[in-house]
T-cell receptor, first 113, second 110 residues
């Protein structure tokens, strides 16, 4: 059983839709991450929250809006996406200390039509 | 800034050995190795710490050369289950900026 849960597993949305991706972890980790992964490429860092505060935004377009309601939950709100945003979106968590590995959810496969 | 992995891809027969390298232009304090199977999330394999400490996992081991800013993953007597894409991952110390290497696709044939 994965300890980081992402929903939904698959999402198809039009360019005018608004949708949200959800991520939940119960490992007591205080750092949470969003990554975008295209086929045959490494995961690309988008956002990092540490202790529920946004620590890193890797110049991600404003059509992606992250939210961290509490230490266990992480959301990614999507609005007016483009077809090139279609990808696998991965959530991960870790202890916020140097040397801690990431624990990933199973990802959301997003298709923008 | 992204660590560079070599080789990009490798094909093995069951029982053969392989080495995957991860090189960085920045100082590395710790390196993690992950394996990702097609359509799945990356799974953490092992951690390498500053000082060259080597950690093992079954027939997979790794080393960390601080001087060369390089980590190497050794797969011994490969099994079919080893197939997947291997990534090294590292964080710029104290920043939470955790990035992955370019990846190595490994396929083990029966």
């Amino acid at each position: 059983d994965t300890e980081v849960t992402q929903t939904p597993k698959h999402l198809v949305m039009g360019m005018t839709n608004k949708k949200s991706l959800k991520c939940e972890q119960h490992m007591g980790h205080r750092a949470m991450y969003w990554y975008k992964q295209k086929a045959k490429k490494p995961p690309e860092l988008m956002f990092v929250y540490s202790y529920e505060k946004l620590s890193i935004n890797e110049s991600v377009p404003s059509r992606f809006s992250p939210e961290c309601p509490n230490s266990s939950l992480l959301n990614l709100h999507l609005h007016a996406l483009q077809p090139e945003d279609s990808a696998l979106y991965l959530c991960a968590s870790s202890q916020p200390s140097t040397g801690s590995p990431l624990h990933f959810g199973n990802g959301t496969r997003l298709t923008v039509t | 800034q992204q660590p560079v992995q070599s080789p990009q891809a490798v094909i093995l027969r069951e029982g053969e050995d392989a080495v995957i390298n991860c090189s960085s232009s920045k100082a590395l304090y710790s390196v993690h190795w992950y394996r990702q199977k097609h359509g799945e999330a990356p799974v953490f394999l092992m951690i390498l710490l500053k000082g060259g400490e080597q950690k093992g996992h079954d027939k997979i081991s790794a080393s960390f050369n601080e001087k060369k800013q390089q980590s190497s993953l050794y797969l011994t007597a490969s099994q079919l289950s080893y197939s997947g894409t291997y990534f090294c991952g590292t964080e710029t110390s104290g920043t939470y900026k955790y990035i992955f290497g370019t990846g190595t696709r490994l396929k083990v044939l029966a």
